[in-house]
Nanobody, 115 residues
Framework: QVQLVESGGGLVQAGGSLRLSCAASGRIFSTSPMDWFRQAPGKQRELVAGITSAGTTNYADSVKGRFTISRDNAKNTLSLQMNSLKPEDTAVYYC?????????WGQGTQVTVSS
């Protein structure tokens, strides 16, 4: 079993920054990929950024150049640095990992960007 706990969400003005963290515990492997997803009201959950165990990253086009994903395998933590935030970034952000054969999700953290 894997537990993921997000923190760092909040209310910020447009142009501001936030840093999200995800603490992983349980049967987590450093070889597992980890991701950040988000879900805005009335919209489908979407991939924001992902990172492999080797540190290879990928980003949604909408956040490229503004968000940075990182991980600390020794501490089993995942982070998302979000800069130049826009109102359209408002959503619940979820930490996710896949450790065969299961997907695991955190409870989510709310990010609200005011214009």
């Amino acid at each position: 079993q894997v537990q993921l706990v997000e923190s760092g969400g909040g209310l910020v003005q447009a142009g501001g920054s936030l840093r999200l963290s995800c603490a992983a515990s349980g049967r987590i492997f450093s070889t597992s990929p980890m991701d950040w997803f988000r879900q805005a009201p009335g919209k489908q959950r979407e991939l924001v950024a992902g990172i492999t165990s080797a540190g290879t990253t990928n980003y949604a086009d909408s956040v490229k150049g503004r968000f940075t994903i990182s991980r600390d395998n020794a501490k089993n933590t995942l982070s998302l640095q979000m800069n130049s935030l826009k109102p359209e970034d408002t959503a619940v952000y979820y930490c996710h990992t896949f450790t065969w054969p299961s997907h695991y999700w955190g409870q989510g953290t709310q990010v609200t960007v005011s214009s």
